[in-house]
């Protein structure tokens, strides 16, 4: 285990020291403009071409080497499906970066992947779950197929709308397996994760490479996966509402660019600069920023799990904090 470990970490020094050539054979550039974009250079979107790398060349050693990756978390058939849906999820992605899909096909594209995916593998189906405030479990029935698609593509759309400044997302998605990896203690499947991802944030804040589409998908389906799968099949989360709470920066911040988007009568999945990493990001330096950004990501979680307090309480405080950093920071205008 630690030799794969290792041979992972060199595998990921080779690409860190040869990205360029990379970058050139992939061809997959972000160019700045004078709207959404003001990078000073072309950068490469290969943030989910690397990860994908990794996780076939991670599914090849879990084939022949050892069985203490995947194995410990999927079936086998379970694990190819998973692989086969994540480098799906990942073109999507990759096309949408090279071609700029429109918004409604590409919604289209998800829901209709989701759909394929879940019916592949039954474990993603979301039946029932419970509530921390309510004794009784829930129980979807006819309503689950469309409650788990709903999850999934809200999930992958609201990181999409938060991936905006170097380390952001990386940031995220580094939490959010920090927080799997010792609630559940799968440590092979986690670690492996996190380390690609160490690599992936030391080049995005040195300005090497974006995630792009292609890597925020790869990355979403990933997380999206991995939290029903402890929810549903490891029983490791009991609680749905610890899931939102878990996710609710980057949901919260999806709903009031939506509600905001449509009251100015615009399309909401077409891009503005009032993203809450836009507006930090005026104020505030690159490293503030994020570390302002990693702070409200883990207040509800903690104050969930470690100071207690109750799903409602938890909502309220958090609310009121975001709303404050957002009225500040937009100088009390309308959102």
């Known amino acids: 285990m630690i030799i794969i470990f290792i041979s992972l970490i060199f595998i990921n020094l080779l690409i860190f020291y040869n990205l360029n050539r990379i970058a050139k054979i992939i061809n997959l550039y972000d160019f700045p403009n004078q709207k959404l974009k003001h990078h000073k250079k072309k950068v490469p979107l290969i943030g989910g071409s690397i990860f994908i790398f990794n996780f076939v060349l991670i599914y090849i050693f879990d084939q022949f080497i050892t069985s203490n990756f995947f194995g410990i978390f999927f079936y086998k058939i379970e694990k190819f499906t998973f692989l086969f849906f994540l480098i799906f999820f990942f073109i999507i992605g ?10 409604n096909i590409r919604f289209f594209l998800l829901i209709l992947l989701t759909m394929m995916y879940i019916f592949l593998d039954h474990n993603l189906l979301i039946k029932k779950f419970t509530l921390s405030f309510y004794d009784h479990k829930i129980f979807l029935n006819d309503y689950s197929v469309i409650f788990t698609i709903f999850c999934f593509v809200i999930l992958i759309n609201a990181l999409n709308f938060y991936d905006g400044i170097n380390g952001q997302s990386l940031f995220f998605f580094i939490s959010v397996f920090l927080y799997l990896l010792f609630l559940t203690k799968r440590y092979e499947f986690y670690g492996f994760i996190i380390i690609v991802l160490i690599f992936l944030l030391i080049l995005n804040l040195k300005n090497k490479l974006f995630l792009g589409d292609n890597g925020v998908y790869a990355l979403g389906i990933t997380l999206s996966t991995s939290i029903i799968y402890e929810h549903n099949v490891h029983n490791s989360i009991h609680f749905a509402d610890e899931i939102f709470l878990l996710l609710l920066l980057p949901g919260l911040d999806l709903l009031r660019l939506t509600a ?28 503030f920023t994020n570390i302002i950004l990693i702070i409200l990501s883990v207040i509800p979680i903690i104050a969930f799990n470690l100071l207690k307090l109750n799903f409602f309480m938890v909502i309220t405080i958090f609310f009121i904090i975001y709303s404050s950093v957002i009225l500040k920071l937009s100088k009390y205008e309308t959102f």
């Open 94 to 103: 990759f096309y949408d970066d090279k071609k700029n899909i429109k918004p």
């Open 260 to 287: 905001s988007r449509l009251y100015n009568k615009r399309n909401p999945f077409y891009g503005d600069r009032n993203h809450i990493h836009h507006l930090l990001i005026k104020n505030y330096s690159l490293f």
